[in-house]
């Protein structure tokens, strides 16, 4: 703001020293002419130690060399702005310590001649609670780190004892039974093990979860390996953990049934796991595969499997909904809406 031909009393008036922000006034020549009571308490000086003395001297050392080139700048162009744009600045006190500032200076055109009005900003506080935020928000990230670690962890160790089960049972069913859960429960913990190496707490990367899952299910279903090839693309969708869950359950299931019943004796084929988002944030994953296809009289929705039971309350849980192509491929296609940040 620029005031023309007014005296500088007559343009500060009383208010002057009333105003809650420091205020200093500098000459042409970069001497201080006037400061107000707020500008004296934060700086710690009287205004008689002030008075006269150049504007320097409220500055801490290391930028007093370069200090009256910014000042002649300022002259030159004569416009109000904020002082040090994209710069820290730091003001100096008396007892010589150093404070945050924010500047912003004016030219006053007064009677006494151009005159610099500089408006100045204590941001210790400011600093201080953006420091307390800082800090807290790393501390909730290392317990976030550690949650997802220990529910790993714990995951883990269900998932051990499920295989020292396993080792004690005869019956073949009941052994296929244990490890259908194991890969369940596996499943699950992987998406906290992507949680812990990404350090993204909120959202999955689902193309690295799903590069760790399909193997160790390739594993799991030994009978198939070196038979069926794996396809992966997920276009690095990432997802809330509370979808991510779910939407790694269903993938589970629905390609833990593909390597069971589609590719008997040895039959070679291709398992896919396409996932991809849409401008309206929807979510479609589509899993596919080239082998046996699913008989016309069996009745998904009442089916006996508790896989496919399963597929169908987490489609639910989703709010999604889930379209089945029986064969030619054989393709489960789920689309389902993107939880939004608020």
């Known amino acids: 703001m620029s005031v023309k031909h007014i005296q500088l009393d007559e343009y500060l008036g009383q208010a002057f020293d ?15 002419t006037r400061l107000n009571r707020l500008a004296e308490s934060t700086f710690g000086y009287t205004s008689e130690e002030l008075l006269g003395q150049p504007v320097e001297v409220l500055v801490p050392e290391r930028y007093r060399h370069a200090h009256p080139g910014y000042r002649r700048g300022f002259q030159s ?31 006053v055109d007064t009677g006494e001649g151009p005159m610099i009005l500089s408006v100045i900003l204590d941001l210790s506080e400011r600093k201080q609670n953006e420091k307390r935020i800082h800090d807290a928000l790393q501390e909730k990230e290392l317990l976030l780190e550690e949650v997802h670690h220990r529910v790993k962890n714990n995951l883990q160790v269900i998932h051990s004892l499920l295989d020292l089960q396993a080792l004690k049972i005869k019956d073949p069913d009941l052994v296929a039974m244990l490890r259908d859960s ?22 999955v990367d689902f193309q690295q979860f799903l590069g760790e899952l399909m193997p160790n299910l390739m594993d799991s279903y030994g009978m198939v390996t070196g038979h ?5 693309e997920a276009n690095q969708v990432k997802l809330p953990i509370n979808e991510a869950i779910p939407c790694g359950l269903i993938v589970n299931e629905l390609v833990s049934n593909a390597l069971k019943h589609g590719f008997p004796s040895g039959q070679c084929g291709t398992v ?17 595969n080239d082998g046996l296809g699913i ?28 379209d089945v192509q029986r064969s030619g491929p054989t393709c489960f296609t789920l689309r389902f809406p993107l939880e939004r940040k608020t």
């Not at 006034?25 to 970069?30: A, E, S, T």
């Not at 109000?80 to 924010?102: H, Q, T, W, Y």
């Not at 998904?300 to 489609?315: C, D, F, K």
């Open 295 to 322: 008989p016309e009289h069996q009745n998904l929705e009442r089916s006996g499997s508790l896989g496919l039971q399963l597929v169908q309350l987490l489609t639910r849980q989703l709010h999604g909904r889930l």
């Open 182 to 203: 194991q890969n369940r429960i596996r499943s699950m913990s992987m998406i906290h093990q992507t949680l812990y190496q990404s350090h993204d707490f909120a959202q």
């Open 272 to 288: 896919r796991v396409l996932m991809r988002q849409d401008d309206n944030h929807h979510i479609e994953l589509a899993i596919s």
């Open 228 to 232: 069926v090839a794996m396809v992966i």
């Open 77 to 107: 162009e004569a416009t109000a702005r904020p002082m040090g744009a994209g710069r820290d600045l730091s003001g100096l006190r008396k007892d010589g310590s150093e404070f945050p500032v924010e500047i912003g200076i004016n030219p």
């Open 18 to 32: 009333r105003i809650p922000v420091a205020m200093v006034v500098v000459n042409q020549q970069g001497v201080i």
